[in-house]
């Protein structure tokens, strides 16, 4: 890489982390205070709070990582437009598109990027997030407790026979465990106190001044592997207890969006999980590469639309081109939401891809080999000058000969 790719990349990098971080606080500082309110709610700890956020992290990234990189080239060649730094380059004899290239390196990293979130993290990501939440509400450990009532959590049994506070403090407490094949544990305990988890797959219990007695399987003692029963007094004791695989979450797959990129390549119609459709699987799929994709074109729209005018004391080109970014992809979405359906094939989804690729490609074109002294008008005018050429010939071939 020469010198001037290294420093039009070190020039990109600076925006492009700060854009990211912005946009990735804006996204995730909503949804934030939601899963505050709902983990402190069932009492549970910062660290889950923590875990909970890291799994939307993919989510958010994909959303992010576009305007990111369109933003920083925007600013990165703006800058250089204002301070003359191109006229010097373009003195040097590096056109537009020579300076171009280590954009679209930097670009083809990012698509990797994009095609490892998209295709790999985000579905892990939400199945992961999605389990979360169903541990900690509908299946969470501390509700399935009852006043007097037998409660069985994997290979524990659970008892309180007073709740002096729900989910949290207990008295007169049995515990039994079974403990694989040699043998199990009785456990009782005057008072029981719940420690906050550190995950969602176990509850830790504090007991005070109780009795436990380990009993060996009789099979085991016959033969000589383990000891006799052992019972142990103690005034603090602390219970672990582990959420068993039939408590667990559903498995993964059972949304379009949980597939990676591989498993909906893959995904025969005849063999989707129910309640997945090959209309839901197909929209997903290319909607996933039309994202993937577009990290190659917006190079081609922010370049021009970041130049502006020198002696202009402002730039509407950042603006225009979010709200294209905005449109393009309210307008896939909607595409998508048809293929869905089943009202349109993937045109509906490549076709915004299509209109946004030749816009872009335009634009850069004109920018790249403008005219000097041309006024936007005239550009304008140059750059349709093609589609009126072709709308009058087709007139002249439909108007009858005299």
Known sequence: MLLTDRYIVTQMIRPLLATMAVALLVLVIERM??????????????????EIIAFLVPHYLALALPL??????CLTFGRMSRDSELDAWFSSGFGLPRLARSVFAMGVL??????????????????????AIHGLTSVSLYSLLREGT???????????????????????????????????SVTTAQRAEVVPPASLDRMVFRLDEGLRQSVPDPLAVASGETPDAVTIRFGHYEAVLERGAENG????????RELTLLELLRAKPDRLPPGVEPDEVRAELHARLSTVATMLILPLLAIPLGLGRRRATRSYGLAIGVAILVIYNQVTRFGES???????????IWLPFAVLFVLSLALFW???????????????ARLLEPVWAALGRAWRRRRPAP
Do not use: M
């Not at 037998?150 to 465990?177: C, N, Q």
């Not at 979450?249 to 379009?256: A, K, N, S, T, V």
């Not at 790249?368 to 304008?380: E, H, I, K, Y």
């Open 33 to 50: 205070l939601r899963i505050l309110d709902l983990v402190l709610g069932w009492r549970g700890g910062l660290r889950l709070v923590v």
């Open 68 to 73: 990111a990189f369109f933003l920083a080239i």
């Open 110 to 131: 990012l698509l990797v990027l994009a095609a490892l979130t998209v295709g790999y993290f985000q579905p892990y990501a939400r199945y992961a997030y999605q389990a």
């Open 150 to 184: 037998f409660v069985s959590l994997g290979d524990s049994t659970l008892l309180a026979d007073r709740i002096v506070e729900p989910g949290r403090r207990f008295e007169r407490v049995f515990v039994y465990d079974r403990e694989g094949d040699t043998g199990s």
């Open 249 to 256: 979450f559903r498995p993964r797959g059972e949304h379009e």
């Open 338 to 348: 048809l293929v869905e359906e089943g009202l349109a094939s993937w045109i509906g």
């Open 366 to 380: 004109q920018a790249a080999f403008r005219v000097p002294g041309d006024r936007p008008q005239q550009r304008l």
